[in-house]
């Protein structure tokens, strides 16, 4: 039988995602909450480390203009 590949669609609007990276610079990946203090928001201090690495695999919606990030994948 052969491998059939599905191609992953936007959870918003269905249409058909891209696969690429965002690339982070020299720095590792962080999250902030919204209410961020100003010394997180402006330095590289703070934030909690999702990934060492500075390059993030993820899928993009040209259609509705989303990134989608599995964090299990970092």
Do not use: A
């Not at 201090?45 to 509705?64: A, P, W, Y």
């Amino acid at each position: 039988m052969p491998i059939r590949i599905t191609k992953l669609k936007c959870p918003y609007c269905k249409s058909d995602l891209i696969e690429g990276f965002i690339n982070s610079g020299r720095y590792s990946f962080k999250w902030h909450n919204k209410d961020v203090n100003f010394i997180e928001k402006y330095t590289v201090f703070g934030g909690e480390v999702l990934s060492e690495n500075t390059i993030i695999k993820c899928f993009r919606c040209k259609d509705c203009n989303k990134v989608i990030i599995d964090l299990n994948e970092l």
